[in-house]
């Protein structure tokens, strides 16, 4: 699947072509992805990457996306929906760039495509994004799209060896669409 966001600039769903390009991405950039990120240490070789696409592959059938971000045609990051729970219409986004692609409002964007289509696609009511207190240019992201913080979830997640507070963000789709 692929989401347009502007010209030169889309999301698409991973195939195992994409194993080296997103391997490398991972590779160098896995010192400051592995600040907030449980998983770059796990991921050694291009062929833990093809483990990892193949998951998504299998995810993408109850609408669990993950897409690769294209600027350029080259692959700068990764976003997705994760704990899609059409049933409580409700999901999760979780995002990834690489260093050198920050800085440019790319991730914004990103996150706001993947709420319009949250909303007005899959009809969900509810989009929550989780991140570490500190982790302030990632709450940026939240809060320039609108989410509301709901509060903090103490010690939430250990990561490479660091416990973290969580500050849980939500947007509800009447937030938007009224
Ligand atoms: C979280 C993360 C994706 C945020 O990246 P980012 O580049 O700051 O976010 P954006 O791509 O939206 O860019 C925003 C920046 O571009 C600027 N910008 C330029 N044009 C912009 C535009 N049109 N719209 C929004 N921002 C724009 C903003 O001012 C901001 O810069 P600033 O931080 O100097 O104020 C990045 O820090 C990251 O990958 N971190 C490691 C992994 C991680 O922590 N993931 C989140 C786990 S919860």
Known sequence: MRLEIEE?????????????SLFDLIDSNRKQLGVYLAWPPKT??????????????KEAKNHQYTFGIFVDEILVGVCSYNFMNIQNKKTEIGYWLGENFQGHGHMTK???ALVDY????LKLNRIAIHCATTNKASSAVA???GFKLEGIARQ???VNG???DHEIYSLLSSE???
């Open 143 to 145: 809060k320039r799209l």
């Open 156 to 158: 939430n997640e250990v």
């Open 176 to 178: 938007v669409n009224s």
């Open 110 to 112: 990103t996150v706001k």
């Open 44 to 57: 050694k070789t291009s062929e833990d990457t093809l483990w990892f696409i193949n998951e998504t592959i």
């Open 118 to 121: 949250g909303f007005n696609h």
């Open 8 to 20: 030169n600039f889309y999301l698409r769903t991973f195939s195992s072509d994409d194993k080296e």
């Open 162 to 164: 660091n416990i973290y």
